[in-house]
């Protein structure tokens, strides 16, 4: 039976520590959107778009839109061109919506 040792102490504060860190660095790889753009995304050039909501990992809403250029654009959902560019978006085939993934 093992019994508590306090040389077992400091390796049961590292790996503690390990496990602490390997949680933040999951939490870190998630890429969240900071700022918005300040200027309309043209449609021609969106491939696709995900959301970002605040309720989850993110500090903020926002629109991010893929483009042709593989590119990514954060736009406040509250802006009237970005809910005209998701009306378009919805409604041309092709051009789907593609959920928030974390990678």
């Known amino acids: 039976m093992i019994g508590f040792n306090m040389k077992n102490v400091p390796l049961a504060v590292l790996v503690g520590l390990l496990?602490?860190?390997?949680?933040?660095?999951?939490?870190?790889?998630?890429?969240?959107?900071?700022?918005?753009t300040k200027r309309p995304i043209p449609?021609?050039?969106i491939k696709g778009f995900t959301e970002q909501l605040s309720s989850e990992v993110c500090d903020i809403n926002a629109v991010i839109f893929h483009t042709k250029g593989g590119l990514?654009?954060?736009?406040?959902?509250?802006?009237?061109?970005?809910?005209?560019?998701?009306r378009l978006l919805r409604?041309?085939?092709?051009?789907?919506?593609?959920?928030?993934?974390?990678?």
Do not use: F
């Open 19 to 36: 496990l602490l860190l390997g949680m933040c660095e999951a939490q870190s790889n998630q890429d969240c959107c900071l700022t918005y």
């Open 91 to 103: 409604s041309v085939g092709g051009r789907n919506w593609l959920p928030w993934q974390s990678k």
């Open 72 to 86: 990514k654009a954060c736009a406040n959902p509250r802006e009237p061109w970005v809910k005209k560019q998701l």
């Open 43 to 45: 449609h021609r050039i």
